[in-house]
């Protein structure tokens, strides 16, 4: 008999990648599905940055990489750091990886033991809780609804912390709400956390060049923490190249040399010429990021006003990334014209893809139920059809 570790079986599937797929395979049947379940840019990679990748294997970058990347690309961004934050790290504080993904997985594995306790701020990024119990952590979930516009306050992460606390995962701009945290609200967490030396900080800022503030703060820049911090960002979203699979951490000298004795045992160093290519994208013209975060942000004003205008969904302004997180338990109780009762939120995502052709997902998969994560990175005519299907289905439940 062919055993599954139970490592595995008590792992939950990622159930953003799992609607996305499905949907792939209903619009392979030819059904005409609006797929607003995945995170991803529609845009292609700037073309140079795939020029990039073009002549790094015409010039055979093709053999192994460093494990923690190649230092040009290390010193890039670097270099990023420092024009962004006006921070000085050192290339060997930043490991390159295989997207964001494994760069937030590297950090949890060399850092969390068995019964540490991790604080997740939710609705938070399918991927974190399952990151932490995979170390054998406790993952500590603090529960931010709509009223407090998905974020945490000071006295929230007060009360999480117990002496077994070891990290706190915080993504800013967030998925799947899209708030932002201000610099007061960050420091805010900052004058807790500086009280908790053994506390490291877990920075997700994969969303920072998706923002509509107008202004950024990363929480590497409070000096009271700065030593304990640890970035993790890539160029999936910014770039528009989430298939190219690059993403790193920046952070503690040791916790950079732990995440290299893990990486160089699992996966080595990541590909040679996505790295080329990531490396233009950091030293290349930034005009690319700027048009891509315009465009996002229309579509945040297109989908804001058209969510506002049914009934019975709550709806926060979303502040960065690029997904709409509406409260939707107005509907619960209600059937369908079939006369199926609609229970709870995955029940609605299922009659919403079922009826409307309209793929979301579920917020129970974020640790939050009664609400639906809706990607608006797709176009301007497939969003306003993908709410005038959502707007009738809604309007058919009864
Ligand atoms: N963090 C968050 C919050 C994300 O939404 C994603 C996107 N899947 C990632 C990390 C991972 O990004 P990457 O594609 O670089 O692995
Ligand atoms: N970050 C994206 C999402 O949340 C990509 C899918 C994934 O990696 O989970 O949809």
């Known amino acids: 008999m062919i055993q599954i570790s139970q490592r595995i079986q008590q792992m939950a599937a990622s159930a953003?990648?799992?609607?996305?797929?499905?949907?792939?395979?209903?619009?392979?049947?030819?059904?005409?599905?609006?797929?607003?379940?995945?995170?991803?840019?529609?845009?292609?990679?700037?073309?140079?940055?795939?020029?990039?990748a073009r002549k790094a294997i015409d010039e055979n970058y093709t053999f192994?990489?460093?494990?923690?990347?190649?230092?040009?690309?290390?010193?890039?961004?670097?270099?990023?750091f420092n024009r962004l934050d006006s921070l000085t790290l050192a290339p060997e504080q930043i490991v390159v990886s295989t997207g964001a993904k494994q760069a937030l997985c590297n950090v949890v594995l060399a850092t969390i033991n068995p019964g540490d306790e991790v604080i997740i701020p939710t609705p938070a990024w399918v991927s974190y809780v399952e990151m932490v119990?995979?170390?054998?952590?406790?993952?500590?979930?603090?529960?931010?609804?709509?009223?407090?516009?998905?974020?945490?306050?000071?006295?929230?992460?007060?009360?999480?912390?117990?002496?077994?606390?070891?990290?706190?995962?915080?993504?800013?701009?967030?998925?799947?709400?899209?708030?932002?945290?201000?610099?007061?609200?960050l420091k805010g967490l900052v004058d807790v956390l500086a009280q908790y030396p053994d506390i490291l900080v877990v920075?997700?800022?994969?969303?920072?060049?998706?923002?509509?503030?107008?202004?950024?703060?990363?929480?590497?820049?409070?000096?009271?923490?700065?030593?304990?911090?640890?970035?993790?960002?890539?160029?999936?979203?910014?770039y528009a190249m989430t298939g190219w699979r690059i993403g790193f951490m920046a952070g503690p000298l040791e916790i950079a040399k732990a995440v290299t004795k893990l990486q160089g045992q699992y996966t080595s160093g990541t590909s040679s010429?996505?790295?080329?290519?990531?490396?233009?994208?950091?030293?290349?013209?930034?005009?690319?990021?700027?048009?891509?975060?315009?465009?996002?942000?229309?579509?945040?004003?297109?989908v804001y006003r058209l969510a506002c205008g049914i009934p019975g969904l709550k709806v926060s302004r979303p502040q960065g990334a690029f997904y709409?997180?509406?409260?939707?338990?107005?509907?619960?109780?209600?059937?369908?014209?079939?006369?199926?009762?609609?229970?709870?939120?995955?029940?609605?995502?299922?009659y919403l893809l079922s009826e409307a052709h309209v793929a979301t997902v579920a917020g129970d998969a974020f640790g939050l139920p009664g609400y639906l994560r809706l990607s608006y990175a797709t176009s301007d005519e497939q969003l306003t059809e993908a709410f005038r299907r959502i707007a009738a289905a809604l309007a058919a439940l009864a």
């Open 16 to 52: 953003t990648l799992a609607m996305s797929a499905r949907s792939a395979q209903l619009r392979a049947e030819g059904i005409d599905i609006i797929n607003l379940s995945v995170g991803e840019p529609d845009f292609h990679t700037p073309d140079h940055i795939k020029a990039a």
């Open 64 to 80: 192994y990489t460093p494990v923690p990347g190649y230092m040009s690309l290390r010193k890039a961004i670097a270099d990023y």
């Open 133 to 185: 119990k995979l170390a054998g952590g406790k993952p500590v979930t603090v529960p931010a609804p709509i009223e407090q516009d998905f974020k945490i306050t000071p006295a929230q992460l007060r009360d999480a912390i117990t002496p077994r606390t070891r990290m706190l995962l915080l993504c800013s701009p967030s998925n799947p709400s899209g708030s932002v945290y201000s610099r007061d609200e």
């Open 203 to 238: 920075s997700d800022e994969i969303y920072r060049h998706i923002n509509y503030t107008g202004a950024y703060t990363s929480m590497a820049t409070f000096g009271e923490i700065a030593d304990r911090v640890v970035v993790i960002n890539g160029v999936s979203k910014a």
């Open 273 to 302: 010429i996505a790295q080329k290519a990531a490396e233009a994208a950091y030293t290349g013209s930034q005009q690319c990021v700027e048009d891509m975060r315009v465009a996002f942000e229309r579509r945040r004003d297109l």
């Open 324 to 350: 709409l997180f509406p409260e939707v338990s107005a509907y619960f109780g209600k059937h369908t014209p079939e006369g199926n009762e609609i229970a709870d939120a995955g029940d609605l995502a299922m």
